[in-house]
């Protein structure tokens, strides 16, 4: 049972193009939202993430989007570098879980930027 | 000054045995997991840990047994290994939620466990 999920498993686009990399989510209890990048042989690192009162936010060259009434998010990079390279993780949490909270991942998408 | 470490980085052993994959990190976070990524590429938790307490047990079979000598460590001892158990785990770390909000996770570079 997927309760997140990345569609598309790749992902090609020229250097300084815009990446939209993009995740679905079914469980309505997800309310917090994050994007992890992950290099091969390392392990997944913190991207951004977005609470759902908002349906925005930004840090640099990297914007999150996140559509509740379709229970979709998706991943802006521009402009786009040959070392955003990687696999992209989308992910979400019951925020306000306590201890008990966990993250639920996609199943990534490989981002290739073409110089 | 690694964050999150894991040993080892490699695991190549027979179907049968026990082995063990140890997580250690240095950033005073009070909440450890292990994670799964299988070869379908799904990143799923197994196990949460806060302040050396299980937290989540994510129907993980009970020859998987985590062990937290304190709160930097979290390690994860298999037994009888089966070939299914050829994954990638990974150790991560966060602070203790508080406030009601999720707190980020950082991981550890992974181990490649090859079950032959």
């Known amino acids: 049972d997927q309760q997140v999920k990345q569609n598309s498993p790749s992902l090609s686009v020229q250097e300084g193009r815009i990446s939209i990399l993009n995740c679905d989510y079914t469980n309505s209890m997800f309310d917090y939202f994050l994007w992890y990048k992950k290099y091969p042989a390392e392990g997944p690192t913190f991207l951004i993430s977005?609470?759902?009162?908002?349906d925005k936010n930004e840090d640099g060259r990297f914007t999150v989007f996140l559509n509740k009434s379709a229970k979709h998010l998706s991943l802006h990079i521009v402009p786009s570098q040959p070392g955003d390279s990687a696999v992209y993780f989308c992910a979400a949490s019951v925020k306000g879980g306590g201890s008990n909270y966990k993250l639920t991942f996609g199943k990534g998408t490989l981002l290739t930027v073409n110089p | 000054d690694t964050a999150v470490s894991q040993t080892p980085k490699y695991l190549v052993t027979q179907m049968g045995n026990d082995k063990s994959i140890k997580c250690e990190q240095n950033l005073g976070h009070d909440t450890m997991y292990w994670y799964k990524q299988d070869s379908k590429k799904f990143l799923k938790i197994m196990f949460s840990?806060?302040?050396?307490?299980?937290?989540i047990n994510e129907t993980v079979p009970n020859r998987f047994s985590p062990k937290s000598p304190d709160k930097a460590h979290l390690n994860l001892h298999i037994n009888s290994l089966e070939l299914g158990d050829s994954a990638v785990y990974f150790c991560a770390s966060s602070p203790l939620p508080s406030g009601g909000l999720v707190e980020t996770q950082y991981f550890g570079p992974g181990t490649r466990l090859l079950v032959l």
């Open positions: 840990y806060n302040n050396k307490e299980l937290i």
């Open positions: 977005i609470s759902s009162i908002k």
